[in-house]
């Protein structure tokens, strides 16, 4: 029966990892196993940064952004010499299984790690929702309450100076950040990758509000649409009317408390996790669909399609159209 496990976050942190390091670590306790924790994602694999961590390290994490464990990206880790050394630092240990936490790079280095004899178990991690095996990733909930937030400021300070604000959001080529908080925060335009405005469309746009003389112009986009923000807040000052700011909120979305939400995800899918390696499952990836914690091989989760956003962007793209068009 096995006897010790491993942990690593990998790729880019998102609020919410810490509380699945906590289930991973509490539940692999709980079933008599002791755990070990790897620092610095993969990179820590190759250069043994590994420890036992305890049920007070659990307790001490739960609530804290990022991840404690720390991450690195290692593009070498597809070279099978450099797998084959982390593999010989895990069999040093004892180390039998690993969780691994983050994003679909991280689901490619678990998949090669389980071929190689350890029985690797994924969890979603990344802010952007851009796993498509789940419905929501650890991180999600947490960035969107983030932008919200922000929006919402925003929202104060340019309905006082009747302007209109240009934010771009995270969400890397998924526009999920972009359309539930724009949605949540009433935005009045949002600007998706699968579904992009033109610059020239998001201008006319604005200008037909500030035809109808509303206050204020909250437009959010996903990141990596227009290469100039500044530009595009240009023209839609000149083309509209309003005095037109742009903002980048950047990484202030991956930081901060993980809501409760968040946390009760990462959790169970922890719990989850550490159950299926119990039962000698490994290769695959764990999420979340509806109320449900489902596991897929990993490649079979790779594979999975996107799910159109079009269809609720178009409707609420057409509320605001029929609200102020001439």
């Not at 692999?28 to 420890?51: F, R």
């Not at 389980?114 to 796993?131: K, R, S, Y």
């Not at 159950?275 to 596991?295: F, H, R, T």
């Not at 605001?320 to 001439?326: L, M, Q, R, S, V």
Request: charged residues 20%; proline residues 2%; aromatic residues 4%.
């Amino acid at each position: 029966m096995i006897k010790r496990i491993g942990i690593l976050t990998s790729g880019g942190d998102s609020q919410g990892m810490n509380a699945a390091i906590s289930g991973v670590v509490k539940t692999a306790i709980a079933k008599g196993l002791e755990v070990y924790a790897v620092k610095d994602g993969y990179l820590g694999l190759v250069n043994d940064w590994i420890e036992p961590v305890d049920v007070n390290f659990a307790d001490s994490i739960i609530n804290r952004g990022g991840t404690v464990l720390g991450t690195a990206r290692l593009p070498e880790f597809k070279e099978v010499a450099v797998r084959q050394k982390a593999v010989a630092n895990l069999n040093a240990k004892g180390i039998e299984a690993l969780v691994v936490i983050g994003g679909d790079g991280s689901y490619q280095g678990a998949q090669r790690l389980t071929e190689m004899g350890i029985n690797c178990v994924a969890l979603p991690g990344t802010i952007d929702n851009d796993i498509t095996s789940t419905d929501y990733t650890i991180g999600f909930d947490t960035a969107i309450n983030i932008v919200v937030e922000a929006l919402d400021r925003i929202r104060d300070t340019i309905q006082s100076h009747n302007r209109c604000a240009i934010v771009e959001v995270m969400g890397h080529s998924c526009g999920d950040i972009a359309l539930y908080a724009g949605i949540a925060a009433g935005a009045d335009i949002i600007s998706i990758n699968e579904a992009a405005l033109t610059e020239e469309e998001i201008a006319a746009k604005v200008k037909e509000m500030h035809d109808k003389n509303k206050r204020s112009v909250i437009v959010v986009v996903s990141e990596l649409i227009y290469p100039d923000l500044k530009k595009l807040a240009r023209l839609v000052e000149t083309t509209s009317g309003y005095v037109t700011r742009e903002a980048v909120l950047a990484h202030i979305q991956r930081g901060g408390t993980p809501t409760a939400m968040e946390r009760y995800r990462a959790f169970q899918m922890a719990k989850f996790a550490v159950e299926q390696i119990l039962s000698g499952i490994g290769g695959i990836a764990v999420g979340n669909v509806g109320d449900a914690i489902v596991a897929r091989p990993i490649m079979e989760a790779l594979s999975i399609p996107r799910i159109s956003r079009k269809d609720i962007l178009a409707d609420f793209t057409n509320l605001n159209d029929n609200i102020y068009k001439k």
